[in-house]
Every structure is written in C-alpha cells, then in structure tokens.
C-alpha cells in the first residue's frame, strides 16, 4: 500500500474512537501488512490514507526489529513524569529525524481485534512510537512537538531536497 506523503492535510485530522468492526479490522490489516513491508516501527492509519483510530506499534525495544501489535482506539491514559529525548521521524517524511522530548513509558488503553478494552504499558523505545502514532492518530504531526524555529528549519530543509 503507498504511504502518503507529507503535507497531506489528513495529517491535521483527528481519528475519531468507534467500535472495532470489519471495516477497521481491514484498516488494522492493511496498516499491519505495510508496516512489515516497510518496515516502519509504527505508524496511524492515516500513513495509508485512512483517518482511522488505528495504529501499529513494534512492541521490541531492540533498534532494528520489529514485532508489530495493532491497536484499535489508543488513549494514552498515564505516563511518566521522566522524559527523555530521542530520535524521530516518519515514513512520510523520509531522511527526516529529530530529536524529540517524550515520556519514558505510556500506560497505553485500546481495543484488540475482538473490541476487547485493555491496557498495556510501553517502555523506552515501544513507548516512544505508541506515543508518536497515537499522536498522529490525533492529528499531531511529530514536527508539532518541536519548537517553531527548529520546525521552521526542518522544514526547509525537508523542501529543499524535495525540490
């Protein structure tokens, strides 16, 4: 499935929370089957064009692997009051990463496949992407959490080497 591109305006838009059904368990596949292919360590529905409240996570801390975990209608519900900064960037944005300021774990609530609620505590790294892609799920883009300047920076140098 193609990614779409940075500055799509869907990136803007909020995925609203609602039953898990057919259609989102096909978005959950989709979504699941492009983070393989990618590999991405997450990414929010609307990487592949959908404003879905769906997102996939690599639950691994390990640099370079990826053990994928869908989450359908993701709420971070607590998180660490220590934070730490590192690096981020998205599949929609290639050759773009910046270091980015975020709590060290999220306790993390959503539905599995079934609809099923439960909640699930992410550190370190998978705590970071659960936090990245239910971000963007919310219509935050990563570029948001920097300061205007260094986002007015990245951005120029993101549309220079687009040309």
């Given at each position: 499935?193609?990614?779409?591109?940075?500055?799509?305006?869907?990136?803007?838009?909020?995925?609203?929370?609602?039953?898990?059904?057919?259609?989102?368990?096909?978005?959950?596949?989709?979504?699941?089957k492009t983070a393989q292919d990618t590999p991405a360590y997450g990414l929010a529905a609307v990487h592949i064009?959908?404003?879905?409240?769906?997102?996939?996570?690599?639950?691994?801390?390990?640099?370079?692997?990826?053990?994928?975990?869908?989450?359908?209608?993701?709420?971070?519900?607590?998180?660490?009051?220590?934070?730490a900064a590192g690096p981020e960037g998205s599949v929609s944005m290639p050759d773009v990463q910046v270091e980015i300021e975020r709590p060290i774990w999220a306790e993390i609530a959503f539905d599995d496949e079934s609809g099923t609620r439960q909640s699930q505590r992410f550190e370190g790294l998978p705590g970071r992407i659960a936090q990245h892609e239910i971000d963007q799920m919310n219509g935050v883009f990563f570029l948001a959490r920097l300061s205007r300047l260094k986002r007015d920076m990245v951005l120029k140098k993101w549309k220079k080497r687009a040309g």
């Open positions: 499935m193609a990614i779409v591109s940075y500055p799509d305006p869907r990136f803007a838009q909020k995925a609203v929370a609602r039953p898990v059904d057919d259609n989102l368990r096909a978005i959950g596949a989709a979504l699941l064009g959908e404003v879905a409240p769906v997102v996939v996570i690599s639950t691994v801390a390990q640099p370079g692997r990826h053990e994928h975990k869908l989450l359908f209608n993701p709420e971070i519900i607590a998180v660490s009051d220590e934070l």
